[in-house]
């Protein structure tokens, strides 16, 4: 949550940081609000008096410092895009030859359209679903 309204990727040490904060700290679970998981986060805060959220704070420092960059950003980066990520530059290619196939359909119909062979209603419903299927 944090992480996505700062609108930067979330990081794993400053994760691990403040699982580990949350283990010794009476108050725990501002690691969960930095991952993304603010009902958690709201739970372990709300456990406050207990042991419970010092202990999986720490078995989660040690989880997120046991997963290696991509395990981390896969799982906790999801809705942000992760340069250097073999997800994210396999799909480029692919998003760019579909954008550029729908622009060349709108074109298509733009031209049938000037030449009389589409009314500006059916052009603009047919150029409507095209955009509908953009990535």
């Not at 704070?57 to 809705?79: K, M, P, T, V």
């Not at 359209?113 to 209603?121: C, P, V």
Request: charged content about 20%; proline content about 4%.
């Amino acid at each position: 949550m944090l992480g996505n309204l700062l609108g930067k990727t979330r990081n794993q040490k400053v994760a691990v940081i403040l699982a580990l904060a949350g283990a010794v700290l009476p108050f725990s679970g501002w690691h969960k609000f930095y991952v993304g998981q603010p009902l958690w986060g709201v739970t372990y805060l709300l456990l406050f008096f207990t042991p419970i959220p010092q202990i999986a704070s720490g078995i989660e420092a040690l989880w997120y410092f046991a997963q290696d960059a991509q395990d981390f950003n896969d799982r906790f980066n999801e809705d942000m895009t992760v340069l250097g990520s073999d997800r994210v530059s396999a799909s480029v290619p692919i998003m760019t030859h579909q954008v550029g196939a729908i622009a060349e359909a709108v074109r298509e119909l733009d031209r049938l359209r000037q030449e009389g062979l589409l009314s500006e209603y059916e052009f603009e419903e047919k150029r409507r679903k095209l955009l509908d299927n953009l990535p």
